[in-house]
């Protein structure tokens, strides 16, 4: 939840004198935007560049920000995502630290440093991504998806996720041992982590709560979401991928998880249908493509409580007479066998909404605020107007320059250490703030960035500074 501009600013003001006093201890009972801590700048990168030392010396002599610069580069293959400036390996100091480049193993270095210190200061750790992960495809491929799951595996219980950030910001101390992330870095991908956007929206629930969306994205590409329908009414997305191309999908979801899909050709009036898979996991498998007949606007549902008998309703490409065909699932084939075709005088389903049992979700597209019209949307029986998006794991950071979205109820602002005003102004707001590359007193701002990274953090003006400060270990 976004934090109050008025209660942030209103508790900075109030927190100011105590921690201008340099009492740290006194100052870890404040309220987490009005504290301040030591912090690196590409902590990864130790000597190599700068003087940092470890990961695990920084922690030892009391920072509490690290920053690790991350890419999707081989993926497919390591099944993880890789350390380093601008490339793999790229300015890693590897002395004291892990010996890969892989992610986990460095996550793996703090959660460990955490678990052994439970009453430390909470540790933000930044993901300053260099590639930009929207156009991995899937889960397996290394999307924002694969990106949640690495960091609540590592972290565990320790992880403290965006999503339960209250309105009344924690103070520090009730965030002690545990680990804030933060997304930073390539802009498109931190904002499909805050939203999706796409045309033709169509959803189904079936029994067990699982959900199925799927949409086009203007561009001939067919995507879906899938998730878990709540006990609060609300929708946990899961998955999320890519899964073949065409345009106005409509989705069918019996209670063994079998689905049907169907779609026209983006280039031509061919019907199209697929059948998929859907596990626990959110994972779907899907099967070949293959065209059924002619036409535009296909609609498709199951009509028995087997989950095996299937009607599809579609228009005609030529006129505005509607046309129908019964199916009959073979699930262990991954087949529909289509009959009956025939003239009909009723209206296609209604795809954009899906009930089971009391439970109705319904998709639509729309802006929130300054996000795009094409933002994809979704109400349920007890809920109105939620976003279908990545679970907010992770914090997503907004940069000065950044777009009105990036900025809607962001909580961590960063900017270069001597954009001085706009860290003023964000400290002023009750935001958390990173100033990067702060090698010089004269970056210091009044009031002072919650985090000011540097590259040397032992020398003794940043010590003296931060001490001053009242900063927190």
Known sequence: MAPSKAVLSALAVATSALLISGNAEAAADVPLPSAIFRATHNSYSGNVSGAKNSIAYQLDHGIRFLELDIHDNGYATSHDYSVGHDSPGNQVDHNGNPASNLLRDWLGVINTWSA???????????????DDLTDN?????????????????????????????????PSVDTLRGRVLPVISGDGTTRAQYKRDVGYHPAVAINGRGQVVEVHDSGAGALWYWSGTYGADGRVTWLRHGKYDNGVTPSIALNDNGDLVEVHQSQTATTLWYRVGRLDASGEIT?????????????????????????????????????????????????????SGNAKTSDARYDATTSTSGSSRVHVWTGADGPTPAQTLRLDTDRVAGERIRYQQTAFDEFQKGDSAELQQGALFYAATAGESS??????????????????????ATDPLANYPASNHPYDTWYQDLLTRSGAVE
């Open 116 to 130: 052994q210190h439970p009453t430390a200061a909470p540790i933000v750790v930044a993901l300053d991504i260099k």
């Open 137 to 169: 495809t899937s889960y397996a491929a290394g999307n924002l998806a694969a990106l949640n799951q690495e960091l609540t595996s590592v972290f565990a219980s320790r992880l403290f996720w965006a999503k339960d950030y209250p309105a009344s910001p």
């Open 286 to 338: 899907w099967s070949a493509s293959h065209q059924y007949d002619n036409g535009v606007l296909p609609t498709v549902r199951f009509t028995d409580a087997a989950g095996t008998q299937l009607r599809e309703i579609h228009r005609s490409q030529s006129n505005s007479q509607n046309w129908d065909w019964d199916g009959v699932l073979n699930a262990s084939a991954a087949t529909v066998s289509w």
């Open 422 to 443: 706009f860290i003023t102004a964000a400290r002023q707001a009750g935001r958390l703030v990173r100033g990067w590359d702060f090698d010089s007193e004269d970056d």
